[in-house]
């Protein structure tokens, strides 16, 4: 799944009541997965949903498990991988992250969609204030 | 072949550790008292307060020198990193405007900028140079800007640098400079 396409879906706890709009997602580049939801909350409060409390990822909405303590204030790590500007290991620009995809069910991120191109997800290093570092190839 | 690169079109370029983050920014760069290769950066701007490198990056903490960034292993100094040294030549006091002769005496010119090698060797490749009249003739207005590869046995007499033998080799470009000296490994292993 996109990430621009969860942006913008409700999210349901069990009892159908929406606790917020997903605004983006966190990812921790080292282990490659997606490890919270960014939230807008009631009266635009923004809040962080952690990965292990969602139950699924849908079409049309997040569903949040039973037994979560829900979205919290907690910072989550705070760069945002869409619009973050790419630079290889060894300092050469490589445009700027268009667009990610993930696995729904695992958050294991599969694929960056820059503006150059796509890239595999082995190949993320880190991701900072200034840029995403990818490994460089070839 | 390494990209070259030219020392003053490092200034302002950020240095960017491989998590992502900009530390700071290039503010001059400091070469060897043979002028032979980089041995560190001076620093200036972006959170240089809160990190630990201070105004000095040491070369041994580069990671890559690249078209974009000076990429950093990570914020904080490498265990036995060594320090700059303290009389390593910072670009601007001491290699810029020097002249440069041959052995035999002659003129070639006075250094504009150093021409250095991106990636992981540091090495100083050449120099840009308003040549001398004796190496391009001419009028002083239609005088040329050339590129002089370093070679291997510089030697650096107070304020000038001293090439070997009595033919100079010049270029007009860096890609001509780069075809001069000798290709080099790059970033990758």
Known sequence: MLFSRVRGLPVVAPDATET???????????????????????????TVLPWAAVHAVEPDAVLVHAHSPGPSDA???PHDLLGSRVLTDTGE????????????????VLAVFTTLGTLSAELLLGLGDYALVVRATG | MDELMTARSLTTRPVVTLGGDAVAQVKDTVFDAAAGRIVGFALSGRGLLSGSLGHRL????VHCLGHDAV?????????GASPVPPDGEVLRDRVLGARLLTDSGTEVGTVLDVVVAGGRSGRVVGFRVDASKALVPGPRRRRRR?????????TVTGRA????????RVTEDLSGLGALAAGRPGCTP
């Open chain 1, 20 to 46: 917020g709009v997903v605004t983006s997602l966190a990812v921790d580049v080292d282990a490659g997965t997606v490890t919270h939801l960014r939230l807008r909350g009631r009266h635009r409060r923004e």
């Open chain 2, 146 to 154: 050339v590129y002089v590869p370093r070679g291997e046995d510089l």
């Open chain 1, 75 to 77: 910072p989550a790590p």
């Open chain 2, 58 to 61: 040491p070369w041994s903490a």
């Open chain 1, 93 to 108: 620009a490589r445009g700027t992250v268009l667009d990610a995809v993930f696995d729904p069910d695992t958050g294991r």
């Open chain 2, 161 to 168: 640098l001293v090439l070997p033998g009595e033919s100079v």
């Open chain 2, 71 to 79: 990429m950093i292993r990570s914020r904080r100094d490498p265990a």
